[in-house]
């Protein structure tokens, strides 16, 4: 699933063993992924069948009511991203979370703990890891790291997800056949 976030793994924040063990080992790539897909599929159905199934609400069953949906979408994506699968805004906020269990913030205090429990690890690579580990706790409380990269990929992804399944239900609805073009 990597290779769908690009941007986020080539990154120059990127650093093989903090951000590995979230966003790969983890699923950290996945929970976004299949974030997007959830959201993007559901915010298509709301709209065709809710504006375009009837005739009561055929009015609204626009291209431009259709592209407002598709922002909306987006928008729902990169918030998810930004704030259940990254975590809150800043480690003392994300403490109190709802979602802290499987947020960025507590997986890296997860990983620094069981590498440094581990039998003869040297002082130095402690100091390292905990370096590493504030340095990335700052960067994301700041809104930096690979934060903002891993938000917009999985808008962008949720966009992509609301426009197949567009392509895919319109068919089945009675006046948004021709939303966001006549074919397929």
Known sequence: MDFFYFLVTGSNSWE???H?????TQGGFIWGIVGALVIGLLCAVAFYF???NS???SKYATVGMWSVVLLISGLIGYFYADFVVIGDSSASADNSSIFYQHSFYKANDDYFISETSKAGVSDTEISDLTDKKNEI???LDKGGDVRFDFDITTA???VLFYFLTS???????????SI????P
Request: proline share 6%.
């Open 16 to 18: 093989p063993h903090y």
């Open 180 to 183: 966001p073009f006549m074919k």
């Open 20 to 24: 590995e063990n979230f966003f790969i």
């Open 167 to 177: 392509i895919i239900i319109k068919r089945f609805t009675y006046t948004g056949k």
């Open 156 to 158: 962008l992804l949720t």
């Open 137 to 139: 706790k700052d960067n």
């Open 55 to 57: 005739t009561r609400s």
């Open 50 to 52: 809710g504006c375009c």
